[in-house]
């Protein structure tokens, strides 16, 4: 198997794991009665701990190096909390409120916001492929909420809210970090990202206060949730984005919208109509559009392929 073959089967191998992870939570919050603040800090402080045992064995020097530097500190505290921590409870509070293919396909918008940052900090008009990117994001996102409808929306106002300050916290850890990702390895960004918001959402939502006992189904969804959805799907993606490069993969990445929807609708019976089907069409042509131009501007797909990691 070549290098282009396997980076295919890693990129979108990866990207369905963060699509499966999606409609785990999704069950795990209809029928065992999980919420996104019980489910969270779980979720990210036992996938943090992952991370963190890996680097203890292999790099423990590496693994504390962020902190020795104030300025390294600042900026770590602002990606893994501002950024990885908030967008990963937001994204699971979509998907509590609406369903796993909406809460996936809410946070694909956030290229086509990095795009509009990128413009207002090089001040300069959009390019007119980031023009049409932008717009199809917003036909996107408007088949989504409202189904065609001009007088109602097809989300509930929190669902939508949750869903674009998710995508929004994408852009913060994607943009944020640049200097940070050039001095440390990403999966130990990520790793203190995950235990510090583990923890403060451990102090703010106290899980241990709900009388809330998971079964043994419950313990399993969580397993996946932590190890498939942060640890497996970041490893392989990742290596995909290393073998055939961040414009091929960041097309692929599609596949997590796509197989928590197939998923959602088959398996767990969330309802997928044709203005949902337009508003997946818009987002995915927005990620075409940005594959197949980006080669004559690539700040923001570079920014879009950190942004594909945190998912």
Same mark, same amino acid.
């Given at each position: 198997?070549?290098?282009?073959?396997?980076?295919? !089967?890693?990129?979108?191998?990866?990207?369905?794991?963060?699509?499966?992870?999606?409609?785990?939570?999704?069950?795990?919050? @209809?029928?065992?009665?999980? @919420?996104? +603040?019980?489910?969270?800090?779980?979720?990210?402080?036992?996938?943090?701990?992952?991370?963190?045992?890996?680097?203890? $064995?292999?790099?423990?020097?590496?693994?504390?190096?962020?902190?020795? @530097?104030?300025?390294?500190?600042?900026?770590?505290?602002?990606?893994?909390?501002?950024?990885?921590?908030?967008?990963?409870?937001?994204?699971?509070?979509? !998907?509590?409120?609406?369903?796993?293919?909406?809460? %996936?396909?809410?946070?694909?918008?956030?290229?086509?916001?990095?795009?509009?940052?990128?413009?207002?900090? +090089?001040?300069?008009?959009?390019?007119?492929?980031?023009?049409?990117?932008?717009?199809?994001?917003?036909?996107?996102?408007?088949?989504?909420?409202?189904?065609?409808?001009?007088?109602?929306?097809?989300?509930?106002?929190?669902?939508?809210?949750?869903?674009?300050?998710?995508?929004?916290?994408?852009?913060?850890?994607?943009?944020?970090?640049?200097?940070?990702?050039?001095?440390?390895?990403?999966? !130990?960004?990520?790793?203190?990202?995950?235990?510090?918001?583990?923890?403060?959402?451990?102090? #703010?939502?106290?899980?241990?206060?709900?009388?809330?006992?998971?079964? $043994?189904?419950?313990?399993?969804? !969580?397993?996946?949730?932590?190890?498939?959805?942060?640890?497996?799907?970041?490893?392989?993606?990742?290596?995909?984005?290393?073998?055939?490069?961040?414009?091929?993969?960041? #097309?692929?990445?599609?596949? +997590?919208?796509?197989?928590?929807?197939?998923?959602?609708?088959?398996?767990?019976?969330?309802?997928? %109509?044709?203005?949902?089907?337009?508003?997946?069409?818009?987002?995915?042509?927005?990620?075409?559009?940005?594959?197949?131009?980006?080669?004559?501007?690539?700040?923001?797909?570079?920014?879009? +392929?950190?942004?594909?990691?945190?998912?």
């Amino acid at each position: 198997m070549n290098n282009r073959v396997k980076g295919t !089967i890693l990129a979108v191998g990866g990207a369905a794991c963060w699509g499966i992870s999606g409609c785990t939570g999704q069950y795990l919050f @209809t029928y065992e009665g999980m @919420t996104a +603040e019980w489910l969270t800090p779980i979720r990210l402080f036992f996938a943090g701990v992952v991370l963190f045992l890996y680097y203890v $064995i292999r790099s423990p020097r590496q693994l504390f190096a962020p902190w020795r @530097t104030p300025r390294d500190a600042v900026d770590l505290l602002i990606y893994g909390i501002c950024g990885v921590s908030c967008c990963q409870y937001l994204y699971f509070l979509t !998907i509590d409120l609406s369903t796993a293919g909406i809460g %996936t396909i809410m946070q694909s918008i956030a290229p086509a916001m990095i795009l509009v940052v990128v413009c207002v900090m +090089e001040r300069r008009i959009p390019r007119l492929f980031e023009g049409v990117s932008v717009l199809l994001a917003l036909a996107g996102v408007f088949l989504l909420t409202t189904h065609g409808s001009l007088t109602h929306l097809a989300l509930s106002p929190a669902a939508l809210a949750a869903g674009l300050l998710s995508a929004v916290c994408v852009v913060v850890y994607t943009m944020w970090p640049k200097r940070l990702q050039s001095s440390h390895p990403t999966p !130990i960004l990520q790793c203190w990202a995950f235990l510090m918001g583990g923890t403060i959402f451990f102090v #703010l939502f106290r899980p241990w206060e709900v009388a809330y006992v998971p079964t $043994i189904t419950g313990c399993i969804g !969580i397993a996946i949730v932590v190890l498939i959805g942060n640890v497996v799907a970041y490893c392989a993606y990742m290596q995909g984005v290393k073998l055939i490069g961040p414009q091929k993969s960041s #097309l692929y990445s599609f596949a +997590e919208p796509a197989t928590a929807a197939v998923i959602s609708t088959l398996v767990l019976g969330s309802p997928f %109509t044709l203005w949902d089907a337009l508003g997946f069409g818009c987002i995915f042509v927005m990620l075409v559009v940005l594959t197949t131009f980006q080669q004559r501007g690539k700040k923001p797909l570079r920014k879009l +392929e950190k942004a594909r990691a945190h998912s």
